[in-house]
Protein backbone atom coordinates (compact mmCIF):
# COMPACT_ATOMS: atom_id res chain seq x y z
CA UNK A 1 0.00 0.00 0.00
CA UNK A 2 1.88 2.85 -1.27
CA UNK A 3 -0.96 5.78 -0.67
CA UNK A 4 -2.44 8.30 -3.07
CA UNK A 5 -0.12 9.21 -5.72
CA UNK A 6 -1.11 12.68 -7.37
CA UNK A 7 1.16 14.37 -9.88
CA UNK A 8 2.77 16.81 -9.95
CA UNK A 9 3.09 18.25 -6.79
CA UNK A 10 3.52 22.04 -7.58
CA UNK A 11 2.15 23.54 -10.83
CA UNK A 12 2.16 27.38 -11.98
CA UNK A 13 1.08 28.62 -15.17
CA UNK A 14 -0.70 31.52 -16.38
CA UNK A 15 -3.68 32.23 -17.31
CA UNK A 16 -5.70 31.49 -20.00
CA UNK A 17 -3.10 27.89 -19.96
CA UNK A 18 -4.34 24.38 -19.58
CA UNK A 19 -3.48 21.88 -17.15
CA UNK A 20 -4.14 18.43 -16.24
CA UNK A 21 -3.57 16.53 -12.92
CA UNK A 22 -3.28 12.67 -12.13
CA UNK A 23 -4.14 10.63 -9.80
CA UNK A 24 -3.02 7.24 -8.71
CA UNK A 25 -5.27 5.42 -6.16
CA UNK A 26 -4.61 3.27 -3.53
CA UNK A 27 -4.26 -0.05 -5.62
CA UNK A 28 -7.64 -1.71 -5.79
CA UNK A 29 -9.34 0.88 -4.60
CA UNK A 30 -12.63 1.57 -6.91
CA UNK A 31 -14.02 4.44 -5.56
CA UNK A 32 -11.95 7.97 -6.27
CA UNK A 33 -12.44 11.77 -5.46
CA UNK A 34 -11.21 15.09 -6.37
CA UNK A 35 -11.59 17.94 -3.79
CA UNK A 36 -9.90 21.02 -4.31
CA UNK A 37 -8.69 23.35 -1.28
CA UNK A 38 -7.82 26.83 -0.47
CA UNK A 39 -6.33 28.64 2.04
CA UNK A 40 -8.04 28.77 5.39
CA UNK A 41 -11.19 26.84 3.94
CA UNK A 42 -12.03 22.99 4.05
CA UNK A 43 -11.94 20.86 1.07
CA UNK A 44 -14.51 21.41 -1.54
CA UNK A 45 -16.43 18.28 -3.55
CA UNK A 46 -15.60 18.21 -7.29
CA UNK A 47 -16.62 15.33 -8.32
CA UNK A 48 -16.70 10.96 -7.78
CA UNK A 49 -16.38 7.90 -9.55
CA UNK A 50 -17.19 4.39 -8.94
CA UNK A 51 -14.83 2.38 -11.35
CA UNK A 52 -14.69 4.28 -14.26
CA UNK A 53 -18.00 6.16 -13.70
CA UNK A 54 -18.06 9.03 -12.96
CA UNK A 55 -20.90 9.45 -10.59
CA UNK A 56 -21.40 12.66 -9.03
CA UNK A 57 -20.12 15.84 -10.16
CA UNK A 58 -20.24 19.18 -8.40
CA UNK A 59 -21.72 22.29 -9.32
CA UNK A 60 -18.43 24.03 -8.69
CA UNK A 61 -17.14 21.97 -11.73
CA UNK A 62 -17.77 24.91 -14.72
CA UNK A 63 -17.30 23.32 -18.31
CA UNK A 64 -13.95 24.12 -18.00
CA UNK A 65 -12.92 21.38 -15.42
CA UNK A 66 -13.00 18.06 -16.92
CA UNK A 67 -12.08 14.49 -14.96
CA UNK A 68 -11.55 11.45 -16.45
CA UNK A 69 -10.91 7.62 -14.88
CA UNK A 70 -10.09 5.36 -18.15
CA UNK A 71 -10.40 2.00 -17.10
CA UNK A 72 -10.80 2.45 -13.18
CA UNK A 73 -7.74 2.86 -12.54
CA UNK A 74 -5.58 6.30 -12.46
CA UNK A 75 -7.82 9.50 -13.35
CA UNK A 76 -6.61 13.05 -14.53
CA UNK A 77 -8.55 16.40 -14.09
CA UNK A 78 -7.93 18.77 -16.43
CA UNK A 79 -8.72 22.34 -16.22
CA UNK A 80 -9.30 24.52 -19.74
CA UNK A 81 -8.43 28.29 -19.92
CA UNK A 82 -7.14 28.66 -16.33
CA UNK A 83 -8.10 31.51 -14.09
CA UNK A 84 -6.69 33.14 -11.53
CA UNK A 85 -9.53 32.07 -8.69
CA UNK A 86 -9.04 27.92 -10.60
CA UNK A 87 -5.57 28.44 -7.60
CA UNK A 88 -5.88 26.19 -4.82
CA UNK A 89 -5.13 22.65 -3.79
CA UNK A 90 -6.59 20.08 -5.67
CA UNK A 91 -6.47 16.91 -3.71
CA UNK A 92 -7.07 13.53 -5.21
CA UNK A 93 -9.20 10.68 -2.28
CA UNK A 94 -9.96 6.70 -3.04
CA UNK A 95 -11.72 4.57 -1.01
CA UNK A 96 -12.33 0.53 -1.28
CA UNK A 97 -15.24 1.04 1.17
CA UNK A 98 -16.86 4.24 1.07
CA UNK A 99 -17.08 7.45 2.88
CA UNK A 100 -15.39 5.68 6.25
CA UNK A 101 -12.83 4.71 4.37
CA UNK A 102 -11.24 8.09 2.59
CA UNK A 103 -7.51 8.06 2.05
CA UNK A 104 -6.32 11.46 0.33
CA UNK A 105 -2.98 11.75 -1.69
CA UNK A 106 -0.55 15.04 -0.81
CA UNK A 107 -2.32 17.33 -3.17
CA UNK A 108 -1.23 18.96 -6.19
CA UNK A 109 -0.85 22.80 -5.74
CA UNK A 110 -2.10 24.72 -8.78
CA UNK A 111 -0.82 28.35 -9.19
CA UNK A 112 -2.68 30.41 -12.06
CA UNK A 113 -0.46 33.41 -12.20
CA UNK B 1 -25.92 29.70 7.09
CA UNK B 2 -23.08 27.92 6.37
CA UNK B 3 -23.72 24.40 5.98
CA UNK B 4 -21.04 22.86 8.00
CA UNK B 5 -19.72 25.05 11.07
CA UNK B 6 -16.58 25.06 13.07
CA UNK B 7 -14.84 27.98 15.28
CA UNK B 8 -11.53 28.61 13.61
CA UNK B 9 -9.97 28.91 16.31
CA UNK B 10 -6.83 29.10 17.37
CA UNK B 11 -7.87 26.67 20.37
CA UNK B 12 -4.63 26.36 22.77
CA UNK B 13 -5.07 23.42 24.99
CA UNK B 14 -2.56 22.80 27.95
CA UNK B 15 -0.35 19.30 27.11
CA UNK B 16 -2.06 16.71 28.99
CA UNK B 17 -5.55 18.62 29.28
CA UNK B 18 -8.67 17.85 26.85
CA UNK B 19 -9.01 19.03 24.02
CA UNK B 20 -12.74 19.90 22.78
CA UNK B 21 -13.59 21.13 19.25
CA UNK B 22 -17.15 21.60 18.12
CA UNK B 23 -19.01 21.19 14.97
CA UNK B 24 -22.68 22.49 13.70
CA UNK B 25 -24.36 21.49 10.76
CA UNK B 26 -27.37 22.63 8.92
CA UNK B 27 -29.31 19.97 7.40
CA UNK B 28 -31.01 17.87 9.16
CA UNK B 29 -31.21 14.79 6.71
CA UNK B 30 -27.03 14.28 7.36
CA UNK B 31 -26.22 11.40 8.50
CA UNK B 32 -22.61 10.11 8.73
CA UNK B 33 -20.00 12.97 10.60
CA UNK B 34 -16.59 12.69 10.44
CA UNK B 35 -13.33 14.36 12.16
CA UNK B 36 -9.75 15.00 9.95
CA UNK B 37 -6.96 15.92 11.43
CA UNK B 38 -4.71 18.19 8.69
CA UNK B 39 -1.07 19.16 9.39
CA UNK B 40 -0.33 22.60 8.14
CA UNK B 41 0.84 21.34 4.53
CA UNK B 42 -0.53 18.36 4.34
CA UNK B 43 -3.55 16.61 3.43
CA UNK B 44 -6.59 15.46 5.64
CA UNK B 45 -6.31 12.32 7.51
CA UNK B 46 -9.39 10.48 8.54
CA UNK B 47 -9.67 10.06 12.72
CA UNK B 48 -13.39 9.54 13.91
CA UNK B 49 -16.76 8.88 11.83
CA UNK B 50 -19.68 8.27 13.58
CA UNK B 51 -23.90 7.98 12.65
CA UNK B 52 -25.43 6.91 15.54
CA UNK B 53 -26.46 9.62 18.16
CA UNK B 54 -24.03 9.16 21.83
CA UNK B 55 -20.28 8.26 22.26
CA UNK B 56 -17.86 6.61 19.88
CA UNK B 57 -14.68 6.47 21.59
CA UNK B 58 -11.21 5.71 20.03
CA UNK B 59 -7.80 5.50 21.79
CA UNK B 60 -7.34 9.18 23.04
CA UNK B 61 -10.34 10.26 20.42
CA UNK B 62 -14.19 10.48 21.62
CA UNK B 63 -16.68 12.16 18.93
CA UNK B 64 -19.70 13.00 20.19
CA UNK B 65 -22.91 13.33 18.20
CA UNK B 66 -26.30 15.06 18.79
CA UNK B 67 -28.79 14.65 15.78
CA UNK B 68 -31.49 16.69 17.25
CA UNK B 69 -29.50 19.64 18.24
CA UNK B 70 -27.65 19.21 15.19
CA UNK B 71 -23.93 18.84 17.03
CA UNK B 72 -20.99 16.86 16.71
CA UNK B 73 -17.93 17.53 18.82
CA UNK B 74 -14.22 16.15 19.30
CA UNK B 75 -12.89 15.34 22.61
CA UNK B 76 -8.73 14.74 22.56
CA UNK B 77 -8.10 13.26 26.21
CA UNK B 78 -4.59 13.95 26.90
CA UNK B 79 -3.39 16.09 24.76
CA UNK B 80 0.57 15.49 23.19
CA UNK B 81 2.26 18.42 21.08
CA UNK B 82 1.91 16.57 17.93
CA UNK B 83 -2.12 17.07 18.34
CA UNK B 84 -1.45 20.46 17.20
CA UNK B 85 -2.79 20.57 14.10
CA UNK B 86 -6.14 22.09 12.02
CA UNK B 87 -9.17 19.51 12.72
CA UNK B 88 -12.18 19.38 9.99
CA UNK B 89 -15.75 18.54 10.61
CA UNK B 90 -17.08 16.32 7.66
CA UNK B 91 -21.01 15.72 6.69
CA UNK B 92 -22.45 13.56 4.46
CA UNK B 93 -26.20 13.42 3.92
CA UNK B 94 -26.02 9.87 2.77
CA UNK B 95 -28.75 9.78 0.10
CA UNK B 96 -27.08 7.61 -2.06
CA UNK B 97 -24.24 9.98 -2.68
CA UNK B 98 -20.59 9.67 -1.99
CA UNK B 99 -20.12 13.83 -1.34
CA UNK B 100 -18.05 15.12 1.84
CA UNK B 101 -19.06 19.07 2.89
CA UNK B 102 -16.47 20.02 4.94
CA UNK B 103 -16.36 23.09 7.84
CA UNK B 104 -13.52 25.71 7.70
CA UNK B 105 -11.31 23.65 10.86
CA UNK B 106 -10.35 24.75 14.01
CA UNK B 107 -6.91 25.13 14.40
CA UNK B 108 -5.67 23.61 17.36
CA UNK B 109 -2.34 24.27 19.47
CA UNK B 110 -1.59 22.18 22.15
CA UNK B 111 0.64 24.03 24.32
CA UNK B 112 4.32 21.95 26.17
Known amino acids: DTGVSQDPRHKITKRGQNVTFRCDPISEHNRLYWYRQTLGQGPEFLTYFQNEAQLEKSRLLSDRFSAERPKGSFSTLEIQRTEQGDSAMYLC???????????FGNGTRLTVT | QKEVEQNSGPLSVPEGAIASLNCTYS??????FFWYRQYSGKSPELIMS????GDKEDGRFTAQLNKASQYVSLLIRDSQPSDSATYLCAVNNDFGNEKLTFGTGTRLTIIP
Open chain 1, 93 to 103: ASSEGGLFTLH
Open chain 2, 50 to 53: IYSN
Open chain 2, 27 to 32: DRVSQS
